[in-house]
């Protein structure tokens, strides 16, 4: 039985005060949620936001990391540095990180691979673009950056990750997937990770969706076999909308 996972992706929003204020209302309202939760400021606003979520019910993420430990990479946050905050887990693969800032499939891996290491979890983000949903593409997209970006990721490793499913033309754009062409591809991906690692892996993973959920379309995406959880933006900005997907049904 997998557990519904809902995250709420903060993305360069917000100051420490505004942060806090978020944090705390999150923490009230989701106090008898029944699912996992999360939530990723920015890095700046890690250190303020961990002591309000600590011993709750809400883990701390981070939106990036680099893909070395340390050393001469201005600009760039080790897992090191992320780890002595209390960040639990870190979004990888982002379609931000993807498309704006041209991270690849192996610099993804590579950085999968070194939360997996120091013990994050990875969120890792798939998904397609609008042309290539339209070229029929979509599938073979989200199976090369499954593949890709789990390389080298033995089993025993695999309950350390966690996929997010996120069309990047659904992204930000108030256009969601249906909740049956979403299914589709999770249950594409599963299948991917079925062929990998095997069917009782694949029937563990938690594969979220992301795109434009709001409080009035989670409950139905959320009741599709292969969708088991979202990652939220927009929506996550404020608690009067983040907390109703995250109590969705
Ligand atoms: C996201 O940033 O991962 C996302 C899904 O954004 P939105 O919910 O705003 O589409």
Redesign the pocket.
């Known amino acids: 039985m997998r557990n519904y996972y809902i995250a709420g992706?903060w993305?360069m929003h917000k100051t420490r005060a505004e942060a806090a204020a978020l944090a705390g209302e999150l923490v009230s309202g989701l106090k008898d949620g029944k699912h996992k939760y999360l939530v990723a400021p920015s890095f700046t606003l890690l250190e303020t936001v961990a002591p309000l979520v600590k011993g709750t019910n809400i883990r701390l993420g981070a939106q990036n990391m680099a893909a070395e430990e340390q050393g001469a990479h201005t600009g760039e946050t080790s897992v090191l540095q992320l780890k002595d905050l209390g960040v639990q887990t870190v979004?990888l693969g982002?379609?931000?990180r993807r498309h704006l800032y041209k991270e690849d499939d192996a610099l993804i891996n590579k950085k999968v691979k070194l939360a997996l290491q120091h013990g994050l979890e990875a969120i890792l983000?798939i998904g397609e673009l609008l042309e290539e949903r339209e070229a029929g593409k979509a599938e073979a997209v989200c199976e090369r950056q499954t593949v890709k970006g789990l390389e080298g990721i033995p089993a025993s490793s695999l309950s350390g990750i966690v996929l997010?499913y996120?069309p990047v033309w659904?992204?930000?754009?108030?256009k969601?997937a249906t909740p049956e062409d979403a299914d589709a591809i999770h249950a594409c991906v599963r299948n991917v990770i079925a062929k990998l690692y095997g069917q009782a892996e694949a029937d563990k993973i938690i594969i979220q969706y992301?795109?434009?959920?709001?409080a009035d379309n989670a409950a139905r995406l959320m009741s599709k076999e292969n969708i088991d959880g979202?990652?939220?933006?927009?929506?996550?900005l404020k608690a009067e909308s983040f907390v109703p997907i995250a109590k969705f049904g």
Not at 170 to 174: L, M, P, V, Y
Not at 230 to 236: C, I, K, P, R, T
Request: aromatic residues 0%.
């Open positions: 992706n993305k979004i982002h379609s931000e983000c997010a996120e659904a992204i930000g754009t108030g969601t992301g795109g434009s959920v709001k979202a990652l939220v933006g927009g929506a996550a």
